[in-house]
C-alpha cells in the first residue's frame, strides 16, 4: 500500500491545500488554511498538531505551516489526481469547467495508482488543469500575477488560481481563460484598477482579481 493510500482524504486535503497556499503567498497560515478549507482555525490547530506529528508538515506557533519532504510528495500526488479528474470531467465528460473544482476533490482520494496511470495515458499527457494549474505541480513559478504588471506588458493567461465557481464564471465571461492574450494599457488614478485589454474589450480590474490570475509574459 503506497503512503497516499494509507492516509485519510481528510490528511490529504490538508497537505493539497497547503501547498497550493504556498504557491500563492509567501507564508502559510492557520487563517488562511482555515478559510481555504472553509472550517474553524481551532479545528485547523488541532490537525496541524497531528500532521507535525506524523512528519508530514513543520509548523511552530506564531511561525508559517511548511510541509515536510514527504509531506509535499503527498500533496504533489493529490494535485496531479484532482487536475487529471478535472481534465476528465471537462475535456471527456462535458462539465463546465466551474463545476469540476469540487467533484474532482471528491473522488482525487479514492483512484488508484493503475487508474491514476491509464487516466493520464488516456488524456494525452497533458500538462495542466482546465484552469491552467500544473498536473505535476513541483517546478518553481515561471509565470507573474497580474497585479505586478505594468502598463505595456504583454502575455497570455497562464492559470487561474481561484477555482470557486463565481470567480470562474467572471473570468470566462469577460474572456480571461488560460491561454487568452492581454495587455496591460495603465492603470487607473490613485492606484485605481489595472486596465487590461482582452480582445476587443477593455477591462478594469480590482486587486482581488488581479492577485488570482498569473500570466506567462512574451
Not at 44 to 70: C, F, N, P, Q, W
Not at 87 to 102: N, Y
Request: proline fraction near 5%; glycine fraction near 10%.
Amino acid at each position: 500500500m503506497n503512503t497516499e493510500s494509507a492516509l485519510s482524504a481528510h490528511i490529504e486535503e490538508y497537505l493539497e491545500w497547503i501547498y497550493r497556499l504556498s504557491k500563492e503567498q509567501d507564508e502559510v497560515t492557520t487563517t488562511e488554511l482555515a478559510r481555504s478549507l472553509k472550517i474553524s482555525p481551532a479545528s485547523v490547530t488541532g490537525m496541524l498538531r497531528r500532521l507535525a506529528e506524523r512528519g508530514l508538515i513543520h509548523h511552530e506557533k506564531y511561525h508559517g505551516i511548511t510541509l515536510s519532504d514527504e509531506g509535499r510528495r503527498v500533496a504533489i500526488a493529490t494535485i496531479r489526481r484532482h487536475g487529471l479528474l478535472e481534465r476528465l470531467l471537462v475535456d471527456v465528460i462535458g462539465v463546465p469547467w466551474h463545476q469540476v473544482d469540487e467533484e474532482a476533490g471528491r473522488l482525487e482520494h479514492y483512484i488508484t495508482p493503475e487508474f491514476e496511470r491509464r487516466l493520464m495515458q488516456f488524456l494525452g499527457h497533458p500538462k495542466t488543469c482546465p484552469h491552467g494549474q500544473p498536473i505535476d505541480w513541483n517546478e518553481p513559478e515561471t509565470n507573474v500575477r497580474l497585479g505586478a504588471l505594468q502598463a505595456g506588458d504583454a502575455g497570455a493567461v497562464a492559470r487561474i488560481a481561484d477555482e470557486t465557481p463565481d470567480f470562474l464564471q467572471y473570468v470566462a465571461g469577460v474572456g480571461m481563460i488560460p491561454g487568452a492574450r492581454l495587455s496591460v494599457t495603465g492603470r487607473g488614478p490613485f492606484n485605481g484598477p489595472l486596465m487590461v485589454r482582452v480582445g476587443d474589450q477593455d477591462l478594469a480590474l480590482g486587486d482581488e482579481v488581479c492577485s488570482k490570475i498569473w500570466v506567462q509574459l512574451d
